[in-house]
């Protein structure tokens, strides 16, 4: 349970391993815990707009420029982590199918028996996942094989629970990177490629001004860059 003095942050689940990463270290230097919040960029947007307690806000670049504009986020805080790509994922010890053209990613979607990924409405892979089946004129027949959670790391863990055969997964590089039991298989072919700039912020209600922005400062500090790269953060240019 959240004391008085834990750091709220609400977090894209694309962050959720950078944040749990650094959290212990904050709390060595600062005494503070952190209160992570982690889910699809649509859900953590609405929860943070239905005046849920927030210190520390990371989403979309687009959307936390946003949220600046109408005054939720302090603009002159907002600091980019880098980019994260969309890739597939299967559980670990399976084969990994080819994906490296439109060609062999189709079979690969094709054949799979499921179909696991982030909420095709709130979660920028989910989203980019359907237009990609549909573009590879894969979405009739593949939809009843959909197995659909409400952020990349649930389906990541769900992918790595399930014992059928040929399972495949696809979501955003950071969360099959910090899921234990799933493997990356790879990113997707550049003419799928989805690359999702996030950046963190500071809540303007925020009741702990001073940490959010030391803990801001800590996850985006060159000290760090090692750290965003394993993760599956990439400069963004």
């Given at each position: 349970m959240s004391t008085a003095v834990d750091l709220v942050v609400l977090s894209a689940g694309a962050a959720k391993g950078l944040v749990e990463a650094l959290a212990g270290p904050f709390?060595?230097?600062?005494?503070?815990?952190?209160?992570?919040?982690?889910?699809?960029?649509?859900?953590i947007r609405e929860q943070f707009l239905d005046a849920s307690a927030c210190d520390v806000l990371i989403l979309t670049a687009a959307m936390l420029d946003a949220l600046a504009g109408t005054?939720?986020?302090?603009?002159?805080?907002?600091?980019?982590?880098?980019?994260?790509l969309t890739g597939v994922a299967v559980r670990a010890g399976d084969a990994h199918p080819p994906?490296?053209?439109?060609?062999?990613?189709?079979?690969?979607?094709?054949?799979?028996?499921?179909?696991?990924?982030?909420?095709?409405?709130?979660?920028?892979?989910?989203?980019?996942?359907?237009?990609?089946?549909?573009?590879?004129?894969?979405?009739?027949?593949?939809?009843?094989?959909?197995?659909?959670?409400?952020?990349?790391?649930?389906?990541?863990r769900?992918?790595?629970?399930?014992r059928a055969p040929g399972l495949v997964g696809c979501t955003q590089v950071t969360e099959i990177l910090y899921t234990p039991g799933v493997e990356l298989v790879g990113v997707l072919p550049e003419e799928f490629r989805l690359a999702t700039t996030y950046s963190i912020a500071i809540a303007s209600r925020s009741a702990q001004p001073a940490l959010a922005r030391r803990f801001a400062k800590l996850l985006t500090s060159p000290q760090q860059a090692d750290l965003r790269k394993r993760g599956g953060f990439v400069t963004a240019g």
């Open positions: 709390r060595d230097e600062t005494g503070t815990d952190i209160a992570g919040t982690f889910g699809a960029v649509g859900t005054g939720h986020v302090v603009r002159e805080t907002i600091a980019p982590l880098g980019q994260v994906i490296a053209d439109r060609a062999s990613l189709r079979k690969c979607f094709a054949d799979a028996s499921a179909l696991y990924c982030p909420d095709t409405l709130k979660a920028t892979a989910g989203i980019h996942f359907v237009k990609v089946l549909d573009t590879l004129g894969l979405w009739p027949e593949v939809a009843p094989r959909l197995r659909e959670h409400p952020s990349g790391a649930i389906a990541m769900a992918l790595a629970g399930d």
